[in-house]
């Protein structure tokens, strides 16, 4: 599974969202694009390219919350130059101290930035199971994304949480509670997501996809467990982990949730007729090919995935 890190997270596209916007600069001159999405919550686009390219660890949207006496960062990027841009962008938007930096699952894109915000009064916040997952792999994290790491391209450059989330757990940054939430295995096994209760946002990271297409690696049925649940509710936005930010809820779930059903529904009929996996992998789905960003890099892993999931049921 840990070989495939690299496939992960390739898509092929800007993203524009509404609201302030804030850039800032990195010694290459790239702007580094901010955007407040709803009051005081600030998201970074992930921008959409393949793995190959320079900007590969800059893929996942990232960005912060700012309470009245402190700040959460959600999500810190595939690198410590994107954690850096993160920071400093923070830094032009606020004065106040970093309390919690959470990470939503464990995925390289999504936690390869926590270095740059390690000190003493920053908490790192995460799902029961992402500690155990990160040391799991730090020696791949550390090899694969060496470059990307630099100086701290070593045991202590991974930074893990040391607050868990086993159900969930509020965090307050004065005036402003945020509800954090521990799910069952669907997108992997560590995802957490963040509701703020000011504003109603749901941050709710890779288990949504926009455009590019979703990618499995946990559970096939556990996911749409968690979009069942989900849907029921109600937010004004939601923070998908690739994609745009989005307020009709739980339209914007149709597409993901419309995919991830084809692949049970399809998946499991082949398997009824005693199809080889081989088989299942080269048929299933090629037919949704148009709707999704990198169908071609993912989705036949998503098959194989989902393929080892329900062939025991
Ligand atoms: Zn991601
Ligand atoms: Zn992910």
Request: overall charge negative.
């Amino acid at each position: 599974m840990k070989s495939n890190f690299k496939l992960y997270c390739i898509v092929t596209a800007f993203l524009s969202l509404p609201g302030l916007n804030v850039t800032a600069s990195d010694t290459t001159g790239t702007a580094f694009n901010l955007d407040e999405v709803a009051p005081g919550i600030y998201v970074h686009s992930g921008v959409h390219v393949p793995f190959e390219d320079p900007q590969h660890d800059d893929i996942a949207n990232t960005g912060f919350i700012i309470g009245n006496d402190c700040v959460a960062v959600i999500d810190t990027g595939g690198s410590v130059r994107v954690g850096q841009q993160l920071l400093d962008s923070l830094k032009s938007v606020t004065d106040k101290p970093v309390c919690y930096v959470i990470n939503t699952h464990v995925h390289f894109d999504h936690v390869l930035g926590n270095v740059v915000f390690k000190s003493g009064d920053t908490k790192f916040v995460g799902h029961t199971d992402l500690a155990d997952a990160m040391a799991a792999s730090s020696g791949f994290f550390i090899e694969e994304f060496r470059d990307d790491l630099g100086e701290y391209a070593n045991a202590d450059g991974i930074v893990a949480p040391t607050v868990l989330v086993e159900d969930t757990l509020e965090l307050d940054l004065g005036d402003r509670v945020l509800l954090l939430k521990a799910w069952p295995v669907a997108h992997t096994h560590t995802d957490l997501t963040v509701l703020d209760r000011k504003t109603n946002t749901l941050w709710l990271a890779d288990l949504l996809f926009i455009e590019r297409i979703p990618a499995l690696d946990g559970s096939l049925k556990g996911w749409l467990a968690v979009i069942d649940q989900l849907e029921k509710e109600q937010y004004a936005t939601i923070i998908p982990g690739h994609g745009p930010v989005v307020s009709d809820w739980p339209e914007d779930l149709k597409p993901q949730k419309q995919y991830l059903t084809m692949l049970l529904e399809q998946i499991r009929k082949r398997i009824a007729e005693g199809a080889f996996m081989e088989e299942v992998v080269e048929t299933v789905g090629e037919q949704e090919k148009q709707d999704w960003l990198l169908h071609e890099q993912h989705h036949k892993r998503n098959v194989t995935k989902a393929f080892t999931e329900l062939e025991w049921e």
